[in-house]
């Protein structure tokens, strides 16, 4: 695994693999902590964050390795005009792996061309997002212990949300696993991911318009924000942004093993009052995503804790 740019770069066996080294890291912190001594992660965020570039510090530092970076385009000589490929073929010379996060679908790809070091793309515009696919995956795997046999249903933004589609492609892998899609009209999949996913593989899934009507039947619910950078009139964010709130009330239906998920930041989409709810795995979800970037770290640098 030279660079991560696209989720399905890796195989079913290579995310299996992350997922029970992250599994392995979560239960014996110490074991891990001093396999990345003398190495270094540059953070290279040209657009905010808040989980995804600190999960990737913290994994590093609880690795035992050194972090160096910046947290946004402004605070770089991106700000006077250099290119994103001078500027990652620059800090490439300083740190031994990169997390680059960009607005401009395509920009990590181009920039990982130039260099030596190992880049991970850590979102890419409306493109990819592939750690959050991978702490995704780690937080069902954890909470259900499977990816088979599983009624999925995605809720909000399936127009712009980048997490969305990349969870479809990884979880359409695996047997049996149902999808529905929850949406208003204008922010439904698009097309290409219903025919190259759904129809080409065969795939169940519908399309519904309330959360009420299929709630009983879902294994996992995966909420979605309105992606406010990602429309180009503000009176349509405004007209959509709270389409779809989830409540006490609207759980009163589903099942007691439901894993709540949500990539976060939530805006409204999800009420506080579900927050202490037992079927509310979104925080559980934050802290997955450390332990995986922590597997994702040493998988992608080859190194190893002993006995391993
Ligand atoms: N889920 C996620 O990517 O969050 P941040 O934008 O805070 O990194």
Known sequence: MKHLIDPMDLTVEEIDRLIELGGKILQ?????QE?????????????????????????MLELGGNVLGFSSAN???AQKGESVSDTVRTVSSYCDIIAMRHPKEGAPLVASRKIDVPLINAGDGGHYHPTQ???????????????????????????????????????????NVRFVMISPEE????????????????????EVS?????????????????????????????????????????????????CIMHPLPRVNEISTKVDDDPRACYFKQVRYGKFIRMALIMTMLGVKANED
């Open 133 to 175: 696919t991978l702490t995704d995956l780690m937080t069902i795997y954890q909470e259900k212990g499977h990816f088979d046999n599983l009624t999925v249903g995605m809720c909000g933004d399936l127009k712009f949300g980048r997490t969305v589609h990349s969870l479809i492609k990884a979880m359409s892998r695996y047997e």
């Open 210 to 258: 309330t959360m009420e009507e299929v709630m009983p039947e879902l294994d996992i619910l995966y909420m979605t924000r309105v992606q406010r950078e990602r429309f180009f009139n503000e009176q349509d964010y405004i007209r959509l942004k709270d389409s779809f709130i989830l409540d006490p009330e609207k759980l009163i239906n589903a099942k007691e093993d439901l």
């Open 75 to 77: 605070s770089s000589s």
């Open 187 to 206: 922010l439904r999949l698009p097309d290409y991911i219903v025919k190259d996913v759904f129809e080409k593989k065969n795939i169940p899934y519908t």
């Open 28 to 32: 014996n912190k110490e074991k891990y």
């Open 35 to 59: 396999v990345c001594k003398h190495k270094s992660l540059a953070t290279l965020f040209f657009e905010p964050s808040t989980r995804t570039r600190l999960s990737f510090e913290a994994a």
